[in-house]
């Protein structure tokens, strides 16, 4: 299995980004998807997730109206769109999957993405 998150970089504070996470080696129609972040030093954090059919979203309060997570079943892919994006953005986030219900907690997570680094100037 292997998920190959991308999309990150730098941007100013009110500016947008768009993460990609490919996912391969499972059938990825049966997983929800999450993202997560982490700045280094603390513990990474719940951002967004959605269920194996796109029905079931949740958000981190911090980020609601501002972020959307969205899947392609057909791309295997999942997304996280980032608007309005604030300094407090700033993080390593990561993609990772877990079977059919989403969840907030990393450690019910079955599989996991290398990070990519998101950076939001002021």
């Known amino acids: 299995v292997q998920l190959q998150a991308s999309g990150g970089g730098l941007v100013q504070a009110g500016g947008s980004l768009r993460l990609y996470c490919a996912a391969s080696?499972?059938?990825?129609?049966?997983?929800?998807m999450g993202w997560f972040r982490q700045v280094p030093g603390k513990e990474r954090e719940f951002v967004a997730a959605?269920?194996?059919?796109?029905?079931?979203?949740a958000y981190v309060d911090s980020v609601q109206g501002r972020f959307t997570i969205s899947r392609d079943n057909a791309e295997n892919t999942v997304y996280l769109q980032m608007n309005s994006l604030k300094p407090e953005d700033t993080a390593d986030y990561y993609c990772?999957?877990?079977?059919?219900?989403?969840?907030?907690?990393?450690?019910?997570?079955?599989?996991w993405g290398q990070g990519t680094q998101v950076t939001v100037s002021s």
């Open positions: 959605l269920n194996w059919n796109g029905r079931s979203i």
């Open positions: 080696g499972l059938t990825f129609r049966n997983y929800a």
């Open positions: 990772a999957a877990r079977l059919f219900v989403l969840s907030r907690v990393k450690e019910d997570y079955m599989y």
